[in-house]
């Protein structure tokens, strides 16, 4: 997940859904100005245990933020050649110029191997490449990628749960169904634009299979935008199958990418006090 910190960290409910106040809290254990960061990557593997982490940039300076990880009781070692800072389970790295990472051991590896050859990161992936080429817009403030390893079924299914997961957050849950019903999805990409508290512009893609199998879950979901049988119960629902019926689906080979504005209602609840 890529988040813009530097339009998130303002306020509103943007912040509040990504737990803004939590990730300050982060920072600031780790000696460093929020106000300074401008993105955060947030990733993780199968096994988030194991390899998992943030990606800090912005106008860091490493030498400063070095002296106060030391400070706080971080150890200054090496791993694999690369300096290193380790507070019991916790690693800290900065790769480069304004740049820093803080998660697990293998997760620093991870990033360090991505660094060192462009071909291990995820953006050199095909699958990465076809899912990002078939959104509609760049610069969302919110964007987050799945991939599946190919012939990884469980990671498939895994996958297709979290579609229909992400989309039954919003009452559009039926969509995710759709999808998971097939069983082909290999990733998705999922974005959230900036919005008034009404409606916020919202796109999902998803990679699927094939073009056939595209093209077949294509039209199912364009039946179900004109399904009158849906009926909503209370304005929740009534929100939501309005943003149901105002969606556009757009068929890139074998990528749907399905663009909706949500209701700032159903997108975010109202936080639990």
């Not at 694999?80 to 740049?99: F, I, L, Q, R, W």
Request: hydrophobic share 45%; aromatic share 6%.
């Amino acid at each position: 997940m890529t988040i813009d910190w530097a339009l998130v960290r303002t306020g509103g409910e943007l912040r509040r859904v990504l737990k803004g106040d939590e990730f300050e809290a982060v920072l600031q254990r780790l000696g460093i100005d929020s106000g300074l960061v401008k993105t955060v990557v947030v990733f993780s593997a199968p096994d988030s245990r194991t390899s998992s982490g943030l990606l800090l940039r912005g106008s860091l300076n490493r030498t400063q933020i070095g002296t106060e990880l030391k400070n706080s009781g971080w150890s200054e070692t090496s791993l694999e050649g690369h300096k290193v800072y380790v507070n019991k389970t916790d690693y800290v790295a900065m790769p480069a110029s304004n740049t820093l990472f803080a998660g697990t051991r293998e997760g620093v590896l991870t990033m360090f191997r991505a660094a060192d050859d462009p071909k291990e990161s995820i953006i050199a992936s095909e699958a990465y490449k076809k899912i990002n080429a078939a959104l509609s817009t760049k610069g969302q403030p919110v964007k987050a990628f799945l991939l599946i390893p190919q012939g990884t079924l469980d990671m498939a299914d895994a996958a297709l749960a979290a579609t229909s997961v992400a989309l039954s957050f919003f009452n559009l849950g039926g969509i995710g169904q759709v999808l998971r019903a097939v069983n082909v999805a290999r990733g998705f990409a999922f974005t959230v634009d900036n919005g008034s508290q009404e409606k916020y512009p919202v796109e999902l893609c998803v990679l699927l299979r094939d073009e056939d199998t595209a093209a077949l879950v294509s039209g199912s979901l364009n039946a179900m935008k004109a399904v009158s049988e849906l009926a909503a119960t209370d304005n929740r629902d009534q929100e939501s199958v309005r943003a149901l019926r105002q969606m556009t689906i757009v068929r890139k080979h074998e990528v749907l990418a399905v663009k909706m504005e949500i209701p700032g209602s159903a997108l975010f609840p109202p936080a639990n006090h």
